[in-house]
């Protein structure tokens, strides 16, 4: 995923695949449902 992609995801243009959220949690090291703004 590129700056361009992370930017419109980030201001709502673009929403976020089942397998992108799962490759965002690892990178940031955060859990998906934390991610999804669910109660960890």
């Given at each position: 995923m590129d700056r361009a992609a992370v930017a419109k995801i980030e201001n709502d243009l673009r929403g976020?695949?089942?397998f992108e959220l799962k490759a965002l949690g690892?990178?940031?090291n955060a859990d998906v449902r934390w991610l999804l703004g669910e109660d960890v």
């Open positions: 976020v695949l089942d690892k990178a940031l």
